[in-house]
């Protein structure tokens, strides 16, 4: 299986509520096909630098996840039907830009772990 990062723009006239089920389908899309989202990121409501399909702003969703290549060409038809999305890319990490992003991504975990066990014992500290 191989590492892929994946940038959404959807339409920023969207409601908060209708991006979020639309991230969440697409979420549901890579998982129940086998995948597995290793960091999801939203940027939010953005300026484009070129209008696309008559937009000025985008709603930005950065993805990173790992599953078969079969998948990638399933994900990239859903996106050309898929309305919320006006403009996406899906690139392939090289062995290299993998092994930085996993170490990246447990170096955070681990941080985020460290960080929740200080507050843990803040907490009893002040009980």
């Known amino acids: 299986m191989n590492i892929y990062e994946n940038i959404l723009i959807l339409n920023a006239s969207l409601t908060d509520e209708e991006t979020e089920a639309s991230t969440k389908k697409i979420k549901d899309l890579i998982t129940n096909s086998g995948g597995e989202i ?59 830009q993998s092994a930085h992003v996993l170490a990246s991504l447990a170096q955070a975990e681990a941080a985020a772990k460290a960080a929740a066990t200080a507050a843990a014992a803040e907490q009893k500290r002040e009980e």
């Open 38 to 96: 290793l960091k999801a990121d939203v940027w939010g409501r953005r300026k484009l630098a070129n209008e696309v399909k008559k937009q000025k702003k985008g709603f930005y969703v950065f993805l990173v996840f790992r599953s078969a290549s079969s998948l990638i060409r399933k994900l990239e038809d859903y996106y050309k039907v898929f309305d919320p999305v006006i403009k996406y890319m899906v690139i392939k990490l090289e062995k290299k």
